[in-house]
């Protein structure tokens, strides 16, 4: 058996937005994540910072419209999507995002 899923801490780059699909309500935001790491002397050096998209459905993404802004923390697990699209002038286009099954707020760096 495979398991695809993946657990993202990092800051929301914008506040979440509200979508109105038929089927319930929607809310996608963007996560930041720096990669640090620790050099040899020990201090943590900030890395890549990595830019992924996530989208929560009903009763947890109206929780994250109401409580969750730009600049929060979050702890984000679901499993990684590709997504894949043509775009206006034809060409094909594709980028991953997190379908969000369980979200919290970090207290890493409260």
Same mark, same amino acid.
């Given at each position: 058996?495979?398991? =695809?899923?993946? #657990?993202? $801490?990092? @800051?929301?780059? %914008? !506040?979440?937005?509200?979508?109105?699909?038929?089927?319930? /309500?929607?809310? =996608?935001?963007? #996560?930041? $994540?720096? @990669?640090?790491? %620790? !050099?040899?002397?020990?201090?943590?050096?900030?890395?890549? /910072?990595?830019?992924?998209?996530?989208?929560?459905?009903?009763?947890?993404?109206?929780?994250?419209?109401?409580?969750?802004?730009?600049?929060?923390?979050?702890?984000?697990?679901?499993?990684?999507?590709?997504?894949?699209?043509?775009?206006?002038?034809?060409?094909?286009?594709?980028?991953?995002?997190?379908?969000?099954?369980?979200?919290?707020?970090?207290?890493?760096?409260?």
């Amino acid at each position: 058996m495979y398991v =695809n899923s993946v #657990v993202l $801490v990092g @800051n929301l780059t %914008k !506040d979440p937005e509200a979508g109105k699909p038929d089927n319930g /309500v929607v809310a =996608n935001f963007r #996560v930041a $994540v720096d @990669n640090q790491r %620790k !050099d040899d002397d020990g201090n943590v050096v900030s890395g890549r /910072v990595d830019f992924v998209d996530a989208e929560v459905w009903g009763a947890q993404a109206q929780h994250c419209l109401d409580s969750l802004k730009k600049g929060s923390r979050v702890i984000v697990v679901g499993p990684l999507l590709l997504d894949q699209w043509t775009d206006g002038e034809g060409n094909a286009r594709s980028k991953h995002k997190v379908k969000v099954r369980v979200i919290g707020r970090s207290l890493e760096f409260a």
